[in-house]
């Protein structure tokens, strides 16, 4: 039985719905209260016991190497002044797994991404997480790990999905499915953003995958797609001819913090769930809604 002992985190794209931020900084990088997006993202690959990370940057990437990185400097001056709490957080993020780092070179889209990570994967199943995909669920089992136990019974590729608003599998990957037992759904078919009239479901791909290593020998032939881009569904959908592939409908609430709206909600409500924050922020809310 196969073990995925690697994850992949695709963060190279240009993220033009959030420009101008995006024109010198990654959006993976944007602040979620007091944390980048990218860092939440790690924190749920660790938490689902996946210690080996490959991180797909681009242009203008530079600050998330240096996010997981050392800095001696601030060490020395937070252990000089005594802020050890402040010293244990930044010692935290450099210690939480092995991260690695490749460059694609152009953004030519998400599959053009994914194969980029075809010699750090190797011969295995991977676990893919996309840079602007965060899944909050507290107490709960971390989304990944979901989908990791659902793996470790199908041992074939796991989409992650959730239903969506019929009038929004406009902006999804949507799922034909087949059988279903409770959560589990078997894959007959996937669509990249399809028409809201024409769409099979509303059974939509949320940024979470474990994919078998198959994958690569569709990618490398795979033209490109909707936008020009070398899309990942359009590779899937022939792998699932050929192999098969199940959608797991995960637990947990997932903000896409590329969308403007998505990265508000996602500011908000991690805001609402800080022990520290929640009081004065929930006052201050209820303030300014009554004059909305
Ligand atoms: P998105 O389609 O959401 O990212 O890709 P984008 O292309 O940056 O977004 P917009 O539409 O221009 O605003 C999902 C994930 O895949 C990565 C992105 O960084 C994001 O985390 N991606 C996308 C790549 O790594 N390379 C690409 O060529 C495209």
Redesign the pocket.
């Known amino acids: 039985m196969s073990q995925v002992t690697k994850a992949v985190?695709?963060?190279?794209?240009?993220?033009?719905?959030?420009l101008p931020y995006?024109k010198a900084v990654?959006?993976?990088m944007l602040p979620i209260v007091d944390k980048p997006a990218l860092q939440l993202i790690v924190e749920e690959i660790v938490a689902s016991d996946i210690r080996e990370i490959l991180i797909?940057t681009?242009r203008n990437k530079q600050n998330i190497e240096n996010h997981f990185d050392r800095v001696y400097e601030l060490e020395h001056i937070l252990e000089q002044t005594g802020k050890f709490d402040s010293l244990k957080i930044v010692n935290e993020i450099t210690d939480m797994a092995d991260i690695h780092y490749v460059r694609?070179k152009?953004?030519?889209?998400?599959g053009?991404?994914i194969l980029c990570a075809r010699y750090f994967v190797g011969d295995a199943p991977f676990a893919v997480l996309?840079?602007?995909?965060v899944v909050y669920t507290g107490d709960g089992t971390p989304c990944l790990k979901q989908l990791l136990d659902c793996f470790e019974q199908k041992q074939k590729t796991i989409l992650g999905v959730q239903r969506v608003d019929r009038d929004k599998v406009n902006k999804y990957g949507i799922v034909t499915a087949g059988r279903s037992e409770g959560r589990v759904h078997e894959v007959i078919s996937l669509v990249e953003k399809p028409n809201v009239e024409e769409a099979p479901s509303n059974i939509a791909v949320l940024?979470r995958y474990v994919i078998t290593p198959e994958i690569f020998t569709y990618l490398e032939t795979q033209e490109p797609g909707a936008g020009g881009?070398i899309q990942l569904t359009d590779a899937l959908m022939k792998m699932c001819r050929d192999h098969g592939m199940y959608a797991y409908e995960f637990e947990g609430k997932r903000y896409?913090i590329?969308d403007k709206l998505g990265y508000l909600e996602a500011t908000v409500e991690y805001a609402l769930r800080d022990p520290v924050l929640s009081d004065g922020f929930k006052a201050y809310l209820k303030k300014i809604s009554s004059k909305l």
């Open positions: 985190i695709p963060a190279a794209g240009l993220g033009t719905r959030f995006t990654a959006k993976e797909i681009g694609q152009e953004a030519r889209g998400l053009h991404a996309l840079g602007d995909d940024g881009e896409d590329g």
